[in-house]
């Protein structure tokens, strides 16, 4: 088959792989139809994410069709159209039997710290991803869903992970009516979260990015108010104003590891991999949201340690949420919210590369080129 | 502004809220939210077993410290191997999770596949390309200066790393063997 490979940081190319097989009775071979390059992905492209392996394949956002099923499998046929969670679980272990797919204990034997993802390197279990003709999917009866007939191929899609990450921060930010909610970062996710802040029934939602096109979006996709961070000469200061001093009620990071924003601090985590993530976009979430109020991490960080501002948040009594999004729980509310009207996810993807021209997809991603906000790639004619 | 106990600014109007955007408060009850309360015993998740039937083969494979087992299921992609292999598995039997040395070994293990891998690449019938495996012929036709310049992006004050970061291991290890072939091809009274 061919799939995209990691050849080092900043380098990858297409190669002919054998095709996978089933490895486990509640395996799946799946043949992708549509994956996307998350923004997490670049974190990989980037090599800041330890134990990414020369010959990995990325892509944790996929639906497509099932080719092959193992022998415990009951829930999947082939032929079926499925969507795939971005996360790998059981549906059996303590944490798994309270919803906590993310933090799935039995599938990632390379970490406890962190669940089991597709094509995320070996620090999340080392299982090859969906950027690729066919992809392994374990524990079939567990993870995929098949596509309902009346939701777009390019909506399920977005909701293997970057909608459905989105839509879980919004909700770890704890809000009530008519709340204030920063947002940080205009990306896929932070613009679905942006826009689910609404869902939840927030009174403001003010997006922050230095990207202008992306805020444009925010704009139009998620009816928020925005701010360029790179246009004023405190982000903080220039929130606490919008907020009349108070503070927003809840803040959620949805930049993670390589935010900008203060040159020193994105050079020695991006760049130099001195950190497990730049902090910036955290401490501004700490910063900018008032006493008591309640932040959401959904940016993406490594494992290493980052100069948090711990004392702030202690000191003002925040609460801090984070997890990776349990995907499939959100599915049902989500296809609701599609069906109704409320939202159509689809809106966020901007670029289509083939498999063959994906090394040029994650450089125009990762460059902030041509006004990209969502690439997704598709196979073949 | 007076400190008091109210809320300062505006209060929305939930109506206009309503008009305007689509959805507005759908979710405000939090029973309407899936990831409330964040732990839910319960869930019919689709598995069919107590305990995960044990996928075969792993003898070898690493595994964290913290796991008292192999898990049910691992990953078979690219198994340890050479020097890096060596480093990461050290990795995985010396250190914890939580120890730093684990996470920069495992760091310093991806550096040294990669110099491997490259150095490797060109003694095969493909070998590395930095210029195509950059993906930066994708800059043709997505108006690289416009997206770049004039619109306050602050990326810029760093982006220039990027290319030396891609380019310049190969120039360095270019050097190298540079220096090393004329220090055996050229007498060091010549040179």
């Avoid at chain 1, 046929?77 to 969670?85: E, Q, S, W, Y």
């Avoid at chain 1, 008591?292 to 009594?317: C, H, Q, R």
């Avoid at chain 1, 609701?336 to 040029?360: V, W």
């Avoid at chain 2, 809220?17 to 964040?38: C, K, V």
Wanted: aromatic share 8%.
């Amino acid at each position: 088959m061919k799939a995209m490979t990691y050849r080092g940081p900043y380098k990858i190319r297409v190669d002919r792989k054998p095709d996978p097989v089933i490895a486990h009775p509640n395996d799946a071979i799946v043949r992708v139809e549509l994956a996307s390059i998350c923004g997490s992905d670049l974190h990989l492209y980037h090599g800041m994410m330890p134990d990414t392996r020369i010959g990995h394949t990325f892509g944790h956002e996929f639906i497509g069709r099932v080719e092959e099923v193992g022998s415990s499998v009951q829930n999947l046929k082939p032929g079926d159209r499925v969507m795939v969670p971005f996360n790998i679980y059981c549906g059996s272990c303590f944490f798994c039997a309270r919803g906590l797919y993310s933090n799935c204990h039995n599938v990632n034997a390379n970490a406890t710290a962190i669940g089991g993802i597709y094509g995320y390197s070996h620090s999340t279990g080392g299982f090859d991803g969906g950027q690729a003709e066919l992809v392994r999917v374990p524990f079939a009866d567990v993870g995929p869903q098949v596509i309902p007939d009346d939701i777009a191929s390019e909506d399920a899609l977005l909701l293997t992970d970057a909608f459905s990450t989105g839509y879980f921060g919004s909700q770890l930010a704890d809000i009530v009516e008519g709340d204030t909610v920063v947002v940080l970062g205009a990306g896929p996710v932070g613009l679905a979260a942006a826009r689910s802040c609404w869902l939840m029934g927030a009174g403001r939602v003010i997006v922050v990015d230095h990207l202008d096109y992306r805020l444009e979006k925010a704009r139009a996709f998620a009816f928020a108010e925005t701010v360029h961070f790179g246009q004023v000469d405190d982000i903080v200061l220039t929130l606490k104003k919008m907020t009349d001093g108070l503070g927003a009620d809840s803040v959620i990071d949805a930049v993670g590891a390589e935010a900008d924003g203060h040159v020193v601090q994105h050079v020695t985590a991006a760049k130099l991999k001195l950190q497990g993530g730049s902090p910036i976009a955290l401490n501004w979430a700490i910063d900018a949201v008032r006493k008591g109020g309640t932040i959401s991490v959904m940016g993406a960080y490594g494992p290493l340690f980052s100069a948090v501002k711990v004392g702030d948040a202690m000191n003002k009594g925040l609460t801090i949420r984070a997890n990776q999004a349990p995907v499939k729980r959100q599915w049902p509310r989500l296809l609701e919210h599609i069906r109704a009207g409320h939202i159509a996810p689809r809106e966020l993807i901007t670029h289509r590369f083939d498999l063959d021209d994906i090394a040029e997809g994650y450089h125009v991603f990762s460059s902030k080129l041509d006004g990209i906000v969502k690439p997704v790639i598709t196979f073949g004619a | 502004m007076p400190y008091t106990a109210d809320k300062p600014g505006h209060t929305p109007d939930p109506d206009d809220l309503r008009r305007r955007i689509p959805g507005w408060g759908a979710d405000l009850d939090p029973a309407d939210r899936p990831a409330f309360p964040r732990e839910q015993p319960g869930i019919d998740t689709g598995a069919h077993w107590r305990v995960p039937e044990q996928q075969p083969h792993g003898a070898g494979r690493e595994r964290s410290l913290e796991h008292e087992r192999l898990t049910p299921v691992f990953g078979t992609a690219q198994p340890l191997h050479g020097l890096s292999g060596l480093i990461r598995r050290v990795a995985y039997t010396r250190y914890s999770e939580g120890q730093t040395p684990h996470w920069m070994l495992l760091i310093l293990g991806d550096r040294v596949e990669s110099a491997g891998a490259h150095v490797r690449s060109l003694f095969s019938r493909r070998p590395d390309d930095p210029v195509t495996q950059s993906g930066v012929f994708g800059e043709r036709g997505r108006h690289p200066i416009a997206s770049r310049f004039g619109r306050g992006r602050v990326d810029v004050k760093h982006a220039w790393l990027d290319p030396v970061l891609v380019v310049g291991p190969w120039v360095a290890a270019a050097v190298v063997v540079f220096r090393i072939a004329r220090a055996a091809a050229v007498p060091a009274s010549r040179r």
